[in-house]
């Protein structure tokens, strides 16, 4: 199947309610734009470089989304146009995405990392790291961001009990987190969801899914 083909597939079986980010990391220009050209606005990539040499390329209405680590000094160039960082796991980190929004007059939508796989090797935030972030007063005084929701990443096995329980994990921490509603914390995203993974990500509660090798194929 083409990667049009792939993408209206895909994006036939998602709720009404779950957005779909097509991470496109690694990927040529003309498979992104064959993405485009179906409908798509949203890619993910996890290479910020990467990331802003195909936001020049590309046409202006695309969503640009990081979904990979952040180097704290390279925030500055997908400051001008970055729409969401999925994978925020320090408050150094968003004191800079802070300050980069704020050079470029944008407030900056962000989503924290929560660590919920088994593997050390996740990034990740676990709940008293978060608590402390989002009740801090440096958080407070962050003007240029905004807290929109969490990211996870499950455990990379088969076994589909234990994914089920780390994505009802974040859904957990999301659901007791929601009613704090402050002026740059107001969650509405919980980013979960894999090609591997995201229809038991979506039962969970996902409402946004980074899927990309089921749609522009193997890496
Ligand atoms: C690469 C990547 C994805 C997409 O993975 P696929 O298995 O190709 O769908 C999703 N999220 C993150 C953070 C990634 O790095």
């Given amino acids: 199947m083409s990667i049009a083909q792939n993408l209206l597939k895909i994006k036939s079986t998602l709720p009404e309610?779950?957005?779909l980010v097509a991470v496109s990391k690694t990927k040529p220009i003309?498979?992104?734009m064959e993405a485009y050209d179906a409908g798509?606005?949203?890619?993910?990539?996890?290479?910020?470089?990467?990331m802003a040499e195909k936001?020049?390329?590309?046409?202006?209405?695309?969503?640009?989304?990081?979904?990979g680590h952040v180097q704290t000094n390279k925030v500055?160039?997908?400051?001008?146009?970055?729409?969401?960082?999925?994978?925020?796991?320090?408050?150094?980190l968003l004191a800079e995405i802070n300050k980069q929004a704020k050079k470029n007059n944008r407030i900056i939508d962000c989503l924290l990392q929560?660590?919920?796989?088994?593997?050390?090797?996740?990034?990740?935030?676990?709940?008293?790291?978060?608590?402390e972030i989002l009740t801090s007063k440096a958080f407070e005084e962050m003007k240029n961001i905004r807290i929109v929701g969490l990211m996870g990443m499950a455990t990379f096995t088969d076994n589909q009990n234990q994914i089920k329980k780390e994505f009802t994990h974040l859904k957990l921490i999301f659901d007791k987190l929601k009613p704090l509603n402050t002026n740059n914390c107001q969650l509405n995203t919980i980013s979960m969801g894999m090609s591997g993974?995201?229809?038991?990500a979506i039962e969970c509660g996902s409402t946004m899914v980074r899927i990309?090798?089921?749609?522009?194929?193997?890496r």
């Fill in 30 to 32: 003309p498979d992104l």
């Fill in 55 to 67: 936001w020049e390329a590309m046409p202006k209405d695309i969503e640009w989304h990081m979904i």
């Fill in 76 to 92: 500055k160039f997908m400051g001008p146009f970055v729409n969401l960082i999925h994978g925020v796991d320090s408050s150094k």
């Fill in 197 to 200: 993974d995201y229809k038991l």
């Fill in 114 to 131: 929560i660590h919920i796989a088994e593997e050390e090797t996740k990034f990740g935030l676990d709940e008293m790291e978060l608590n």
């Fill in 212 to 218: 990309g090798s089921s749609i522009f194929g193997g």
């Fill in 17 to 19: 309610n779950v957005t």
């Fill in 40 to 50: 798509q606005r949203i890619f993910g990539e996890n290479k910020i470089q990467e």
